[in-house]
């Protein structure tokens, strides 16, 4: 029998400023206090190689390919060295975008080959114990208009976030695209509403698979 909750790996996605980071903070919290223990990681990131390329990425003109296979060689570092032996630990992985981002962005905002992407997606996410995918993807969907106007005066926009309001328009096309691909992994969370009705939603998704009271 296993001594451990069996690994639970999480991931947040959605267009800039549609509140992702500030309900993953809420939501580790919450399964610490109901016991569990908690990675919280980025992508692109969460090991020095991934940072490294981070940095790249958000400040680097490119085009689209290379984009593509340094977000996944990114990817394949963080699953190797840090989600994989905590899910094997039994640990919560909270993971602030992943591989829907990637489809959403390069693919559908960049218009880059979404078979290529699938294809990359099968070569990096096959480890030892199989496929890897999330257990869960909460889908903040919100209207890039919204979510521009919570970013302006936020922060410096880097690369990604300098683009015009038609990328993003592709890019939240392109995550209901995924969401509609796997509706059994993702959830749909209103983010056009309060924080406090939002945080409802994630509490929601959590406590109906059993992992919050
Ligand atoms: N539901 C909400 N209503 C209003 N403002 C919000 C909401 N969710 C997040 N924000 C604010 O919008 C900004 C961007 O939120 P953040 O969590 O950083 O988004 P993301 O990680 O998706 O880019 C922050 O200033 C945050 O406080
Ligand atoms: C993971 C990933 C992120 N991105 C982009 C989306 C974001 O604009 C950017 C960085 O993500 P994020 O960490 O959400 O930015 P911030 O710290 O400013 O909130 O990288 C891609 O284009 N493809 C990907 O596969």
Known sequence: ?????????????????????????????????????????REPGGTPLAETLRECLLHTPMDALTEALLMFAARRDHLRQVIEPA?????????????????????????????????????????DGGFRQPDLTLWFDVSPAVAASRLSGARAPDKFESEPRAFFDRVAAGYAQRAAEAPQRFVRIDAHVPMDDVWQQVEAACRQRGWLS
């Open 1 to 41: 029998m296993s001594l451990h909750a069996p690994g639970l790996f999480i991931t947040f996605e959605g267009i800039d400023g549609a509140g992702k980071s500030t309900h993953l903070t809420t939501l580790a919290e919450r399964l610490r206090r109901h016991g569990r223990e908690v990675t919280v990681t």
């Open 87 to 127: 899910l094997a630990a039994g640990q919560v992985v909270l993971c602030d975008r992943f591989t829907d981002a990637t489809f959403a962005y390069q693919g559908h905002g960049r218009g880059f080959d979404l078979a290529v992407l699938r294809t990359l997606e099968g070569w990096v996410q096959t480890m």
